[in-house]
C-alpha cells in the first residue's frame, strides 16, 4: 500500500493491486476507523465514503484538490501509466 502522503492525522494512499488494468487515477484516505475513495479525474470527486461527515469530507476534498499534481504524478510513477 503506497502511502502518497499524512495529513491531519489521515493516510492518503493507494492500494498496490488496483485491478487489471488499474483504475482511473483515484486516491484512498483512511484514519480513525474511517475510509474514502476520492477520483481524480475527470474531476475531484468522493467515489465512496465510510464514516467520514460532511465536513471532513469538504477537508479532504481541498486537500486532494491542493495536492492533485502530487498525487498524479505518484500514481503514474508507480502504475508506470
Avoid: C
Avoid at 48 to 71: A, C, H, K, M, Q
Wanted: charged share 25%; aromatic share 12%.
Amino acid at each position: 500500500m503506497p502511502v502518497v502522503f499524512r495529513h491531519s492525522g489521515l493516510r492518503y494512499y493507494f492500494f498496490s493491486n488496483e485491478g487489471q488494468p488499474p483504475e482511473a487515477p483515484h486516491i484512498h484516505i483512511k484514519g480513525g476507523g474511517r475510509d474514502a475513495k476520492v477520483r481524480l479525474a475527470p474531476e475531484i470527486s468522493i467515489a465512496d465514503s465510510y464514516g467520514f461527515n460532511p465536513r471532513e469530507l469538504s477537508n479532504i476534498l481541498r486537500v486532494v484538490t491542493e495536492n492533485r499534481d502530487l498525487i498524479l504524478r505518484a500514481w503514474h510513477d508507480y502504475f508506470g501509466d
